[in-house]
């Protein structure tokens, strides 16, 4: 980042970080984005998930591709403490790559808590779906989650797609507190602790959003599509 002329960042945390290195001049945040068309055009209403398909609801639902971010230990209590709802966990657990720099004792220990967290009966892990069908499956949770563990270094740097795809679908959402994702306060509720996230997601279900409400959050991560994504670049770039 020293040599470039110009250095492009998906998040503020990165962008501050970045800052210890080179001059502010030629440093730009532009939040991650992903394909809009493609991802609209294969949402299919009706698709069927195996192992949701006599799980009660309502679903509380988490959808990522590294589930080793996520707080096992602030999940299981989240869930012990709501047991009439499912909580559901869609993503391939991934292995040793998926835990950089960290010693074998911490891997081990996260795989014994996650397996505590599966032997709940109200916590269901979907570990393969299709990437066209990620909207699909989000618009049957009734809240959607990022759980992910605050201390970690790449949740703190990463501005999460998955929480674009949550708002594209207009769905609540309830977050850690995630730097990244501090400029959708508006639209994503932030708890730290076990009892916060409860108590949120419980009030979510409470009063479900209006459909002014969630075509706000349509809106919101609509600008997020990467043709945005690219203009942005184009605009800093000339």
């Given amino acids: 980042t020293k040599k470039a002329d110009i250095v492009f960042v998906n998040s503020e945390a990165l962008r501050l970080f970045c800052q210890r290195y080179r001059d502010r001049k030629g440093l730009y945040k532009i939040p991650s984005g992903f394909v809009l068309n493609s991802k609209l055009q294969n949402i299919k209403h009706s698709i069927q998930v195996p192992q949701l398909h006599l799980a009660p609801k309502p679903w509380i639902g988490f959808i990522g591709s590294t589930l ?15 047991k009439t709802l ?6 391939p657990l991934y292995g040793l790559n ?22 709940l009966a109200n916590v269901i892990h979907v570990p393969d779906i ?3 069908y990620i909207l699909s499956v989000i618009e049957q949770f009734d809240i959607c989650i990022i759980p992910y563990n605050i201390k970690e270094k790449a949740a703190k740097w990463a501005n999460t797609i998955k929480a674009y795809e949550y708002l594209l679908m207009g ?39 209006s459909i002014g409400e969630q075509n706000r959050r349509r809106y919101v991560a609509l600008q997020h599509d990467v043709i945005e994504k690219a203009k942005a670049v184009l605009h800093y770039m000339s």
């Fill in 86 to 91: 499912t909580f559901v966990v869609v993503g």
């Fill in 98 to 119: 998926a835990f950089s720099n960290q010693s074998l004792l911490s891997i081990n220990r996260f795989y014994t808590k996650w397996r505590k967290l599966m032997s």
């Fill in 130 to 132: 299709d990437n066209q």
């Fill in 68 to 82: 080793a971010r996520i707080d096992t230990d602030l999940l299981y209590d989240v869930a012990t403490r709501n």
């Fill in 171 to 209: 769905k609540p959402v309830v977050s850690t507190p995630l730097e990244p994702l501090k400029d959708l306060s508006q639209y994503i509720m932030f708890a730290e602790t076990s009892e916060q996230f409860s108590r949120k997601i419980r009030f979510l279900l409470s009063k479900p959003l």
